[in-house]
T-cell receptor, first 109, second 112 residues
Framework: KNEVEQSPQNLTAQEGEFITINCSYS?????LHWLQQHPGGGIVSLFM???GKKKHGRLIATINIQEKHSSLHITASHPRDSAVYIC???????????FGTGTRLTIIP | DVKVTQSSRYLVKRTGEKVFLECVQD?????MFWYRQDPGLGLRLIYF???????EKGDIPEGYSVSREKKERFSLILESASTNQTSMYLC???????????FGSGTRLTVV
């Protein structure tokens, strides 16, 4: 079993829909990251969080440390949100990240 | 705007060649990382460095080596490229344990 599991693996939605991507992990962590990767490969860091909730524009990330679960929400989705979203965790006492395999999101106009 | 720059976006090399992938960051970050990304496997750590001339093996170091002679530059070396090293390679840096990560735009390496 992977230390970091994401669901769903693929998600297709209509423009304007509310999107939720989930991430579960099995180890104690010091931080969880949400990353975005567009076609072409470059990765952009969206959020780093260790508790509660963060919001940036139409993106919201939440984390429940007790349940070892995080969600990434996108409100009023747009075709430009189409990308692969990756969850990664930094284990306690560790400099390294462990990554989920990503969720491929496609928003149809 | 802070940056991690990888020297090549696309690279095609022959089996047996020695390959250098370069990564430079302009943020004075302590930590630098090399990952490879393969379909269905996600990003896997090859090597990382937490200081100049310091390096540690990641999860899949076999067939690779690294060099960090200056703080801003972290090089990944494929001593003798093989076809199973065809992959997307991503470099990243972070200031310390509390900081976020900044990624480069990736190098897609094909070994033929």
């Amino acid at each position: 079993k992977n230390e970091v599991e994401q669901s769903p693996q693929n998600l297709t939605a209509q423009e304007g829909e509310f999107i939720t991507i989930n991430c579960s992990y099995s180890v104690g962590i010091s931080a969880l990251h949400w990353l975005q990767q567009h076609p072409g490969g470059g990765i952009v860091s969206l959020f780093m969080l260790s508790s509660g909730k963060k919001k940036h524009g139409r993106l919201i990330a939440t984390i429940n440390i007790q349940e070892k679960h995080s969600s990434l929400h996108i409100t009023a989705s747009h075709p430009r949100d189409s990308a692969v979203y990756i969850c990664a965790v930094r284990s306690m006492g560790n400099e390294k990240l462990t990554f989920g395999t990503g969720t491929r999101l496609t928003i149809i106009p | 705007d802070v940056k991690v720059t990888q020297s090549s976006r696309y690279l095609v090399k022959r089996t047996g060649e020695k390959v250098f992938l370069e990564c430079v960051q302009d943020m004075d970050h302590e930590n630098m990382f090399w990952y490879r990304q393969d379909p269905g496997l996600g990003l896997r750590l090859i090597y990382f460095s937490y200081d100049v001339k310091m390096k540690e093996k990641g999860d899949i170091p076999e067939g690779y080596s690294v060099s960090r002679e200056k703080k801003e530059r972290f090089s990944l070396i494929l001593e003798s490229a093989s076809t199973n090293q065809t992959s997307m390679y991503l470099c990243a840096s972070s200031p310390d344990r509390r900081g976020g990560y900044t990624f480069g735009s990736g190098t897609r390496l094909t070994v033929v």
